[in-house]
């Protein structure tokens, strides 16, 4: 059995839906596909939402309508005229209904997960319909029949495995099962979601509630890529890597997965492949527990990120202190990124400034505080162990000319990361990519790292 998880660009167009059938059908096995909205729909979906809140409703309509047109034209694309398109219109005018129906309704946070789940529903029942129309052995299962979080968000593995087993028994004799990414139901019962960018967490919960063979995570790049290839040429795919690795990579920065998804593999020992719908003759990259030591596999950088430096000479000597700051972000539901301390400051960072008012309020009772903003977080991903020689100097000699505002290293073996000004991230990136991999580029990507 395997999980195929599909994004929203490889679901984004009807040539694109008939690519992933392509690709599903040619797959082995019981395949269990999740695929995210259509590229563009859940942000759609949020502006819809933004705008009921600001009470400005016509201009919510105007903005269902224009989603309703394009789902209209992908089922003239996919079907053109007959029963199918007939069938699918109609369902298609039913989805539009139900999004026109929330107009009528408050504003409430249970209002935005009912709206932002609307994106999913859609793109899985076209593609059930495209799978239909192709004659494959196929099942469209809802996400919110099976897939659980409990009060505090967490995932109900037992729950979504024990509703997962029952629905595959009842279905034992189907091959493909479609169903959504991201949307869940909570404690409450009610429609939720595990987080933007939440389908790859879908999949990889299925597949360790399941315990499949793989799980496949199918993107628009050929794999995890050494360096971001938005900044940085001569970048390659990673062949493989570690599930530690690629979870601070996930974390620090690479867009390519959402940063909690590899947890459940992890923990199950599932391997991940990440694969390239546009490119799916790329071998792409496996996170799996038997990937080949290799001390730098891969730098990320993470934005957006304030760092607040907290001073004061009471730290001297006193125990509790770190524990009554830390105590502030705790309340005010904000995670901290990186931490470094000297005898007598502590600095911090976040990337959620949501609370960063009532944070800084309630710090100045510390001592005095500094807050730095346009930072980035550069992450190095690799087997650093403490143990191993001249891998930080190779690291800092590269970036000599750099600023750097803060370090942590030591905190897990496979990571080491520092922050910058924002402005120099790219030469960063840049600089570390000529100096760390320079005589590797794509075709030697398999030797040993510097
Ligand atoms: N559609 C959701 C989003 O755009 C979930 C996902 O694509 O992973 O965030
Ligand atoms: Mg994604």
Known sequence: MIVLKFGGTSVGTVENMRKVADIVSNTYGVRIVVLSAMSGVTNSLQRIIDLIELGKNNDAKIEIENLNKKYLHTVYDLFGSGNRFKESSLRISYFNDVLLSFLDKDYSDQLVREILAQGELVSTYLFQTLLEENHENSKLISALDFMRIDSSGEPVLDDIGDNLFTILQSNYNVDIFITQGFICRNSNNDVDNLKRGGSDYTASLIGAALAVDEIQIWTDIDGMHNNDPRFVENTFSIEEISFDEAAELAYFGAKILHPQSIIPAKERNIPVLVKNTFNPESPGTLIHDKAKVKKIRAIAAKDNITAIKIKSYRMLMAYGFLMKIFEVFEKNETAIDMITTSEVAVSLTIDNTEKLDRIIEELQSFGNIEV????????????????????????????????????????????????????????VLNLLNDGLFSDLKKVESKKELV
């Open 372 to 427: 730095e903003t346009d930072l980035s977080i550069i992450c190095i991903a690799g087997d650093l162990a403490q143990n191993k020689k001249g891998i930080i100097s190779a690291i800092f000699n590269c970036i000599d000319q750099i600023p750097i505002r803060m370090i942590s290293y030591g905190g897990s073996k496979y990571n080491l990361s520092f922050l910058v000004k924002t402005a120099d991230k790219i030469s």
